[in-house]
């Protein structure tokens, strides 16, 4: 039996999926944000090894707190990074009846093998993907992430192809993504997706740059500070966000 690498658990998470969900944040992520308020999960081996049926007992617990939309979400990190492990886990957790939910970045999303045919396969026992897009610019994401965003978007179109629901979250940050032509430029991107059920706005924070003091990394975004509530505002707006 196969085991995952887990960061952390969170018994009643409100944020992340409909209903009251409980979250399994994976570890190992191949983004390197300069907004990352969980530095600490980027590397997988880190985690803690559980095998599926160790998370799905886990759970359920707490499925009497879950009413009828609630259920599991995996966060990161990134889960797609242990796509093998994840089938495995959802898998079970349809054979329980458990509503499922995948919060991703698409960082390790491809449409070549073996990886393409484990994401179909796994889209089969998923009910919701949260897609985070960080950047509709390459070169932005690229400044933003150190990651190409082509695969990103390819991922939000198949999905959207494939009939999957989808919730498209956007973390805003000054000076690298908070621009009205790159909003535009993403709600236009957005409108060509068919399953879109909510577009939610994120506020760049400074929460997490302890975390990135204690790892002994350089935090790049020194000095700027979140969003101002106009911006913010003016976000929701253009998106069509619901927050």
């Not at 799905?56 to 995996?74: F, M, P």
């Not at 999957?164 to 236009?188: A, F, G, S, T």
Request: with cysteine; proline share 5%.
């Amino acid at each position: 039996m196969s085991k995952g690498y887990i960061h952390s658990l969170e018994s009643f998470g409100s944020v992340d999926g409909p209903g009251v969900r409980y979250i399994i944040f994976f570890s190992g992520c191949p983004m390197r944000c300069q907004f990352c308020h969980n530095p600490d999960t980027w590397k997988m081996t880190d985690g803690d090894e559980y095998t599926a049926d160790e998370l799905i007992e886990k759970a359920l617990r707490y499925r009497s707190y879950w009413g009828d939309e609630g259920g599991i979400t995996v966060s990161g990190g990134e889960p797609l990074l242990q796509i093998d492990f994840l089938l495995e886990l959802f898998k079970k957790a349809k054979e329980k009846g458990i509503n499922t939910c995948i919060d991703t970045s698409g960082a390790p999303y491809t449409e070549e093998e073996p990886f393409y045919s484990k994401f179909t396969e796994l889209m089969k026992y998923t009910d919701l993907v949260m897609l985070d897009i960080k950047h509709i610019d390459p070169e932005g994401h690229k400044i933003l992430t150190k990651c190409d965003n082509g695969n990103i978007l390819s991922l939000a179109q198949k999905l959207s192809d494939m009939g999957i629901p989808m919730w498209i979250r956007h973390v805003l940050v000054p000076q690298r993504n908070d621009r009205d032509d790159y909003l535009l430029k993403l709600r236009e991107f957005i409108d060509t997706l068919k399953t879109v059920k909510k577009v939610e706005v994120l506020p760049y924070h400074t929460l997490g740059v302890h975390k990135w003091q204690t790892l002994g990394i350089p935090y790049e975004l020194e000095g700027i500070d979140p969003p101002t509530g106009e911006r913010i505002a003016n976000a929701r707006k253009i998106l069509g966000a619901d927050n």
